[in-house]
């Protein structure tokens, strides 16, 4: 059961001036390397200071120093995107997995809601074990020795760690209602 949307965010814009003289390096640090600015996540994480800096410490680690490569983190990141339905995750990162090298039919059939078809064996792996985990909340024994033989013991772990945070970051942006950049398109258009 969903609820509609409102037509304004919940939380009004920040911006770097408005932060507390404590948080304006780590505005300026998200700045540097933020699609949407100080806006999505970060307008709702900046809240509360000290999580959001420890939040985007991990972010920093899942996307740019994790074990799994760019384009299977990227993929994990979108389908959370996909399983929440969250327009600002899809749009700022569906570039960045084609960029990565995730093939756009993966992602496009992924966006359609069914499971892609032509997927790489790592692709697979991670996709079964983010829908299993979601849908779940477990994986099977089969599943586990299959992702532990294709990507490793620490690349699971990370796999597990993007998928979940990037529920929270969907959490988030539903919280504030965050929306995309004026003029865009939404990704998945409401019905």
Known sequence: MGFPMS????FPQLSLEQLDPAAQELGKEILAISSVGLGGPYNVMLRSPVFAQRMKSLLDYLRFNSSISTRINE????IQARIWTSQVE???HYPLA???GLAQS???????????RNMQADEAIAYDVCMQMCQNHQISDEL?????EILGEQQLVDLIAVTGTYVTVAMLLSLGEE???AGKPLPFPEK
Do not use: G, M
């Not at 993966?106 to 892609?116: E, F, G, H, M, T």
């Open 7 to 10: 037509k304004t965010k919940r």
């Open 75 to 78: 993929f994990a990141i979108l």
């Open 90 to 92: 899809w749009y700022a």
């Open 98 to 100: 084609l960029k990565a």
């Open 106 to 116: 993966v992602a496009d059939d992924l966006k359609a809601n069914i499971r892609p």
């Open 144 to 148: 586990f020795a299959q992702a532990k």
């Open 179 to 181: 929306p995309i950049p």
